[in-house]
């Protein structure tokens, strides 16, 4: 499986960006997608997260703010985040686990500020 995202950049606080993540190759079997954070000297956490059928799940922080969906057919997952805050600057990762395994693609960069 093979994982392309876009959509990070530059933002200031209160505005929007919306990522999106492609998977292609053996992507028969995903069943969840999720997109995780790191930022510069903490820990990696998961911000959403999807199933196949759409139940969804959140980290507290972001819950109301940012949403997470996916279109089955183009086996893509986005994510739309709303009032951005400066600690939501990070680099943002997508994940999806097929038959078991999961497979993550390379980051794009969120920055929020002023």
């Known amino acids: 499986v093979q994982l392309q995202a876009s959509g990070g950049g530059l933002v200031q606080p209160g505005g929007s960006l919306r990522l999106s993540c492609a998977a292609s190759?053996?992507?028969?079997?995903?069943?969840?997608m999720a997109w995780y954070r790191q930022a510069p000297g903490k820990q990696r956490e998961l911000v959403a997260g999807i199933t196949r059928d759409g139940v969804t799940n959140y980290v507290d922080s972001v819950r109301g703010r940012f949403t997470i969906s996916r279109d089955n057919a183009k086996s893509t997952v986005y994510l739309q985040m709303n009032s951005l805050r400066p600690e939501d600057t990070a680099v943002y990762l997508c994940?999806?686990?097929?038959?078991?395994?999961?497979?993550w693609g390379q980051g794009t960069l969120v920055t929020v500020s002023s």
């Open positions: 994940n999806v686990v097929r038959l078991g395994l999961g497979f």
């Open positions: 190759g053996s992507i028969f079997g995903i069943n969840y």
